[in-house]
């Protein structure tokens, strides 16, 4: 069974970074895509990036280029984000799948498994 638990958010303030931490277990280390997704109040759940399977190629959303750097050790999947802004205020949620395609990577109806989501608030 799989299972992602996502943890790290909190609050803090404008310029701060952050450190999410997503927990998986049940997923054959290399063989899923993992991912970072976020939702604002009011709005859809938003791509942050991806780890491709295998290769484990990175990919950003051009949102958050040069911010956010997502990287894995053994089962835990990270997201580091550097110099917060209130704009980054969402509930962050770590998504995997096997089969995903490219091009649908920053879909989220496409991934199988996702975690609870950890709370990430940003004043200014």
């Known amino acids: 069974q799989v299972q992602l638990v996502e943890s790290g958010g909190g609050s803090v303030q404008a310029g701060d970074s952050l450190r999410l931490s997503c927990g998986t277990s049940?997923?054959?280390?290399?063989?899923?895509?993992t991912a970072w997704f976020r939702q604002a109040p009011g709005k859809g759940r938003e791509f942050v990036a991806a780890?491709?399977?295998?290769?484990?190629r990175t990919y950003d959303a051009d949102s958050v280029k040069g911010r956010f750097t997502i990287s894995k050790d053994k089962n835990l999947v990270y997201l580091k984000i550097n110099n917060l802004n209130p704009e980054d205020t969402a509930v962050y949620y770590c998504?995997?799948?096997?089969?995903?395609?490219?091009?649908?990577?920053?879909?989220?109806?496409?991934?199988?498994?996702w975690g609870q989501g950890t709370q990430v608030t940003v004043s200014s």
């Open positions: 998504a995997a799948d096997k089969t995903l395609i490219l091009y649908s990577m920053t879909t989220p109806r496409q991934y199988d498994y």
């Open positions: 049940g997923l054959t280390s290399t063989s899923y895509t």
């Open positions: 780890l491709w399977r295998n290769a484990g």
